[in-house]
């Protein structure tokens, strides 16, 4: 065979041979880089802000007790001056709902701002980074130490800084915890650690995933973990604020004096620093375009601005903006106008009717819960005076914050009569009175079979609502 046919073999050969192409690209690690400006003020704001909601919270106090505490064992959620029992779970729900639909329009109209502000994940990773800088320093301090083999400088440097990650971590899910188990309860068993197997589970576990999630995986979380960034598109518009690099007015790129004109050097505003990547929590370059790892945290507005203004430039080379005002079909004035589309008016209508229809049921719901059972034991009885009677078990639950009384009447047939051992029944707040009535009816009334009755609760304190429950009374 002639070299140039062993030659076309082998080419065909390579070119046949099966490609493995990886589906996850190896991490590296990245080292965001400090930056200052108006956005990173808010990102700061944000993160001081929701740790203190999160960790003040459970240390307030409200009428004696937790002001914010679920309490599990006894089926009662205390928040401030209310008190939700199972049977409102509905506002859970509804709860749930209004939390998604806010989203929805939120992300409509400015893109991925909870995610660049306030998600937990960006939170307690700014967090992790700012115990990183206090210990090992600002970014190039830090890849000079990592590039550098193992001393026991580094061991203590290293230990440090994962030892204060712990100690946050420990100290969030110690918190969380504290939601359901009184905070002071849990800080006064912490030298034992006299701590129940599920508390301890969650400290842990919530402690351990915060450590792993912010501490070590950090833009892998968002990457590859969160599903928000892979169908926030689905909820994009041309209207939709996002960040974006200004290719016309940055391109050409390159390096250059400061002081230079880039118009006579035919060359764009950006001059390839790599400011821009270099702050970038997830790591990308804006300037190729919107990509799904990009959580609008703004960090390279920021330092892109600086740059600008360093070399005399105006800002906004990376802006917030919107697809329609980068192609020239709107402008910036009327970017406010834009707001009330289509598609932001019919989420935001679906939130408003949520929220109505939820706010109105909860304002008008009793600050009671009556349950009646009837005896069947004994279904039936006829009296000395030869009327009938049936026993019932009533359950009066006040979830109100203060003592109720109610008095009880019961309707439904002729000349019932009600037979309490109480006439008003005192009922403290967040507990459940249980009484035993009977009822009593002329014969030739409750004749054989179920009759429908109702008992009637009137609460005795203004504003005096009242709650009517059915139940049966068997004649014979």
């Not at 401030?80 to 992300?107: E, H, K, N, R």
Request: charged content about 20%; some cysteine; glycine content about 8%.
């Amino acid at each position: 065979m002639s070299n140039s046919l062993k030659d076309i073999k082998v080419k065909v050969e390579q070119t046949t041979a099966p490609e493995t192409v990886s589906l996850y690209s190896t991490p590296k690690k990245i080292y965001p880089r400090d930056v200052r400006g108006r956005f990173a003020n808010w990102r700061i704001l944000f993160v001081i802000g929701t740790q203190l909601v999160y960790l003040g919270l459970p240390w307030l106090t409200w009428n004696g007790r937790q002001a914010v505490w679920f309490d599990l064992i006894n089926r009662k959620f205390y928040l401030f001056g209310l008190t939700i029992w199972p049977q409102d779970f509905v506002y859970l729900s509804a709860l749930l709902m209004c939390c998604a639909f806010g989203l929805f329009v939120w992300t409509t109209i400015a893109g991925r701002l909870w995610c660049g502000y306030s998600c937990p994940q960006t939170v307690y990773t700014e967090i992790m980074l700012w115990i990183e800088r206090l210990v090992e320093g600002d970014r190039n301090r830090r890849i000079k130490l990592d590039s550098q083999p193992m001393t026991l400088r580094k061991l203590g440097i290293k230990s440090l800084k994962h030892g204060l990650m712990l100690l946050f971590s420990l100290w969030t899910g110690l918190t969380l915890v504290g939601y359901y188990t009184p905070i002071r309860d849990l800080i006064a068993a912490a030298p034992t650690f006299a701590y129940g197997p599920w508390e301890t589970f969650w400290i842990f576990f919530y402690g351990g995933f915060t450590y792993l999630f912010a501490g070590h995986m950090r833009e892998q979380v968002c990457k590859y973990m969160c599903p928000y960034a892979r169908f926030q598109s689905v909820m994009f518009d041309a209207d939709t604020l996002i960040i974006s690099y200004n290719e016309a007015r940055g391109e050409p790129r390159g390096a250059r004096k400061k002081g230079l004109n880039p118009r006579e050097a035919n060359l764009g505003d950006c001059i390839n620093c790599g400011i821009c990547v270099q702050v970038c929590p997830v790591g990308i370059d804006i300037r190729e375009g919107l990509q799904y790892e990009c959580i609008g945290c703004a960090a390279c507005i920021d330092g892109c601005d600086s740059v600008m203004d360093k070399m005399g430039y105006p800002r906004g080379l990376i802006s917030y903006t919107t697809e329609n005002i980068q192609e020239g079909k709107t402008s910036r004035a009327q970017m406010k106008r834009r707001i009330a589309r289509p598609r932001v008016v019919m989420y935001a209508l679906v939130l408003l009717a949520v929220l109505t229809t939820a706010g109105v049921s909860f304002a008008l719901r009793l600050p009671f819960k009556v349950d009646i059972i009837r005896d069947r034991a004994s279904l039936v009885r006829e009296t000395e005076d030869g009327w009938l009677e049936n026993s019932y078990s009533i359950k009066i639950m006040n979830v109100s914050s203060q003592t109720e009384h109610f008095r009880l009447a019961v309707a439904g047939m002729p000349e019932l009569r009600l037979l309490s051992d109480e006439r008003v029944i005192r009922v403290e707040p967040g507990d459940t009175r249980t009484l035993g009535v009977r009822v009593q009816a002329d014969p030739q009334y409750a004749t054989a079979g179920s009759h429908e009755i109702q008992f009637i609760v009137t609460q005795q304190e203004p504003p005096a609502k009242q709650d009517s429950e059915k139940s049966s009374f068997i004649g014979e």
